[in-house]
């Protein structure tokens, strides 16, 4: 009787390991779709536009092409694209030199966060080509998405630009680069400010980065919004001259590109005095404001030199690298009291 309730048991626990053994493996976990990528077009030795899906929201990939074999890893770098609103979209990359004449192409699109998507493709004509139009891509939170609207060009000078539904009373930091290497060697030009409207209109002077680069890419970002559009560098449209109103004039911002996580470095803004009133160094500061703890040191501090309307002064910080990759953005500000004279931002891509 022992032996049989003993046997008993055992075959009962075994119902049991099986039991839960066939639930595991009919409980199959539901995840979110991979990114992928196919070919939409090809011209022959000269350019190939993918279609995406399933594209994380802002996220910036790195394009690599490669003989087809080993999914281009480590292959040509051929150019950077942020994801934008995610999704699905299509990007057109130029196929490098090394690669002409070659029969198949494998192309990979890789990102710090660990998103990639490959494919390859046959290095002839086929579907519809030619340069791709530039589409405003646009991103944030709420609904209604900010819009930049190219208004006027003067080829290899100037690009007049407006942005609409942005937040109000807010600073933009304002990049500049070329459309297919945009991530890699975009410049930072002055930065703007939102009206009380969520509204600007202003003139940027062309960096040399984009001297005659027929396709060219501006990306404004700040208050956690961002957009940016695409434009062909030739005269069109109509431009407005270069101004600066208000009490300052963001001439430039370092750095302007991606540096590595834990680096240290300077934040410098180089602030042109447009007032009519002098900057006194006994009684102007600049000072911590909101975003990311980057500064090293103090929140605070005096300004280093008296500046005289029309002069220039740059505001350095000490600056450390956040430890994880990603986008960050840190606000200071030059004040007078209570008062304050001119913003500075500076947004940051750590890799």
Known sequence: MYRNLSTKLFRLSMAVVILAALALSLAKPVSAASPSISIYAVKANEIVTLHTQNFPVNVNFTVRMDVAGNQAIDGIVVGQT?????????????????????ATIAIRMESYEGFYAYTWFVNRTSGSTGEPAPIPVT????????????????????????????????????????????????????????????????TIVLPSVVKDVSLVTIRIDGGGRYAFNAFKNVDSGSTIPVTSTGTCQVVSVTPGSSINKSSDFDAVWTIKNTSSKTWEASSVDYKYVSGSKIHTHNDRYDLTQTVKPGETVK?????????TTGFY????ALVESSTTLCNLSLNLRVK
Do not use: C
């Open 329 to 332: 953005t840190t606000n200071w």
């Open 82 to 102: 942020n994801s934008g609103i995610g999704g699905s979209f299509e990007v057109t990359y130029r196929i490098p030199a090394e690669l002409r004449n070659v």
């Open 139 to 202: 991103g944030g939170s709420d609904s209604v998405k900010p819009y930049l609207r190219i208004l006027g060009v003067k080829s290899n000078e100037t690009v007049t630009v407006e942005a609409t539904s942005l937040p109000a009373n807010t600073d933009f930091t304002v990049r500049v680069g070329p459309y297919y290497t945009f991530f890699q060697d975009y410049v930072i030009t002055p930065s703007v400010r939102s009206d009380a409207n969520g509204y600007v209109k202003w």
């Open 315 to 323: 505001v350095i910080v000490d600056m450390q690298a956040p430890s």
